[in-house]
């Protein structure tokens, strides 16, 4: 039996190798399939080291890296110009105050599985609670009247994660990432596309320009460098000079 012995334990090792690798295959077939569908959730890295620094030294580290200055206008700005009927109009639309259809648009179209802030409001609660709508909107129009926010929306969780250099007991080795209120997140957003609307309306964005835009992204700008690339291929002295930013 000895011999015999031999010979099934091979087999048996082969048909263990065989089973694993059509199990590991099968698992890569699933992974590639699922990161198709959501190729934000398999790209996150594995989670971060807890911070070793005091909460208070953090924050006093980052509030004098982004709050040092006031940034608030103080007065109105003066123009040596009249606009015309067309600015006026523009102008007039982007100050004017917020109506519920615009504010009840936008709730409807806000993401899921969003982080929320401190105090604790999801955009799913926002979206599911579409009849608060014009109570939002008298907010945000008080808001915007009065230059003023709710204190609790200057409130953010701060969450650091390790930029994988320098001294991990240092705060300038952690990058910081604030979840604000979605509350205030809401109202940023109005008033954003308020201004990018404007600001496409009135032609004050240079063509360049091709991130954060409607319709644009890095593959619009890599197709218009291939086609510019390609234009002057053909020319047997043309020359082509672009700047890539990283």
Same mark, same amino acid.
């Given at each position: /039996? ?30 590639? +399939? ?16 807890? #911070? ?12 004098? /890296? ?11 700005? $003066? ?21 519920? +259809?615009?504010?009840?648009? $936008? ?29 939002? $909107? ?20 701060? #969450? ?43 032609? #004050? ?33 043309? $020359?082509?000079?672009?700047? #890539?930013? +990283?």
């Amino acid at each position: /039996m000895r011999p015999l012995y031999g010979i099934l334990k091979s087999q048996y090792r082969r048909t263990l190798q065989d089973a694993r690798q059509r199990y590991l295959e099968k698992q890569e077939e699933l992974l590639l +399939l699922q990161t198709a569908k959501e190729p934000h959730k398999w790209l996150r890295r594995t989670k971060p080291p807890a #911070c070793p620094i005091n909460a208070t030294v953090l924050t006093d580290h980052f509030r004098g /890296m982004y709050a040092a200055a006031d940034t608030v206008p103080r007065s109105v700005p $003066t123009f040596v110009s009249v606009w015309d009927e067309l600015t006026s109009a523009r102008r007039r639309a982007l100050m004017a105050d917020f109506d519920v +259809l615009e504010v009840l648009h $936008t709730m409807e179209r806000l993401q899921s599985n969003k982080a929320s802030g401190s105090d604790g409001i999801r955009n799913e609660h926002l979206r599911s609670a579409t009849v608060q709508a014009p109570c939002w $909107t008298a907010l945000f129009n008080a808001c915007l009247r009065n230059g003023r926010l709710p204190r609790n929306w200057n409130d953010a969780l701060l #969450c650091v994660i390790p930029k994988g250099k320098g001294d991990p007991t240092l705060p300038s080795s952690w990058r910081a990432i604030a979840k604000k209120s979605c509350c205030y997140k809401l109202l940023a957003l109005l008033i954003s596309r308020r201004l990018t609307r404007y600001l496409e309306a009135c032609d #004050c964005i240079p063509d360049q320009q091709h991130g954060f835009r409607t319709g644009r992204s890095t593959i619009t700008a890599v197709d218009l460098l291939l086609r510019e690339v390609h234009s002057v291929l053909p020319s047997r002295n043309g $020359t082509l000079r672009s700047i #890539c930013g +990283l």
